[in-house]
């Protein structure tokens, strides 16, 4: 049987900065060497109850946003998650100006990786991603799954003001997807997932209705929101303190095979969550504060599948 827990978590700048405490220069004489040993994970407190969160949720291959390099990824499970053995991490640096990318860890091999870093917008006024869409394949038990890893534009400068760089990413993992998989009716171990940064509802705070710019996976004929089968208040994976606003920006989109081998809802783990997010009640995480420290201000997503 070829199954697994497949899970996605937005772990909320996972850095490594200069440790100025020490004494030494992290670069070499050449300006091009850097000493590892300069330089640490930022903010220890939190990222070690972001570890306990991914220890709670226990997947065989977690997708991650925000994390900073693939040597601050290689540290951070060698440091927090030696027991998990994800011996496979994959990362590819992208052209985001915080230096926060999309990465994978996974107990099966990775068999093959492909990037879209390098695409372009329609005007070719800048890069297409804000961080990539990240095509891993793994082998699980002899069948191969295909994760299409995201993290589109930030909602940060409004929801509408970035809402059209969102569709134009969004239509186009559609547009990968399809190339892949649609002359086969999509009948595959396939799943879009990560942070979208927007929600499938419409608001009209503005006094306008906002439309959410994912239309293009959310009515794909090959995709499936699996979140959509929890009960609607249950949906949220993101708490925006700001606004006090309670959201779906995390999703896993699995293709219409796998959705139909796998019926069930997915889990929504919320224990890293501060206590400031009161609409989730139950236990947190040790030493999780009012507002820090957290694991995250999203929450990891996760759901049991047996692959078709």
Not at 36 to 48: H, N, P, S, Y
Not at 92 to 121: G, K, W
């Amino acid at each position: 049987m070829s199954s697994l827990t497949l899970a996605t978590f937005n772990c909320e700048n996972l850095f490594a900065r200069y440790n100025f405490d020490k004494n030494y220069d992290p670069v070499g004489k050449d300006g091009f060497t850097i000493n590892d040993l300069a330089f640490d994970i930022q903010d220890e407190a939190e990222k070690r109850i972001t570890a306990e969160a991914i220890l709670e949720v226990d997947a065989d291959v977690i997708a991650l946003q925000e994390i900073e390099s693939l040597n601050v990824l290689d540290t951070f499970q060698s440091r927090y998650l030696p027991k998990m053995k994800y011996r496979y991490r994959m990362l590819v640096d992208s052209f985001d100006p915080r230096h926060i990318d999309v990465a994978v860890m996974s107990r099966y091999p990775i068999t093959s990786v492909c990037s879209h870093r390098q695409e372009r917008n329609k005007s070719n006024s800048s890069w297409l991603f804000s961080r990539d869409c990240l095509e891993v394949t793994i082998q699980v038990n002899g069948k191969d799954l295909l994760l299409y890893i995201n993290h589109l534009k930030s909602m940060m400068e409004g929801r509408q003001d970035t809402r059209n760089r969102r569709v134009e990413q969004a239509e186009r993992v559609a547009a990968i997807v399809d190339a892949r998989w649609k002359a086969s009716g999509y009948d595959g171990n396939f799943v879009v997932l990560g942070d979208l940064n927007d929600y499938p509802q419409t608001d009209n705070s503005h006094g306008q209705p906002v439309t959410t710019a994912l239309n293009s996976l959310l009515q794909h004929p090959g995709l499936v929101n699996v979140v959509a089968r929890l009960p609607a208040d249950d949906q949220w994976t993101h708490f925006y303190a700001s606004g006090g606003e309670y959201r779906q920006l995390d999703y896993l989109f699995l293709s219409k095979a796998l959705a139909q081998k796998n019926p069930a809802a997915p889990d929504i783990m919320r224990k890293g969550l501060p206590f400031r997010a009161e609409r989730y009640t139950g236990d947190r995480l040790p030493f999780v504060g009012e507002n820090h420290p957290k694991a995250s201000d999203h929450c990891p997503l996760s759901m049991k599948l047996e692959l078709v």
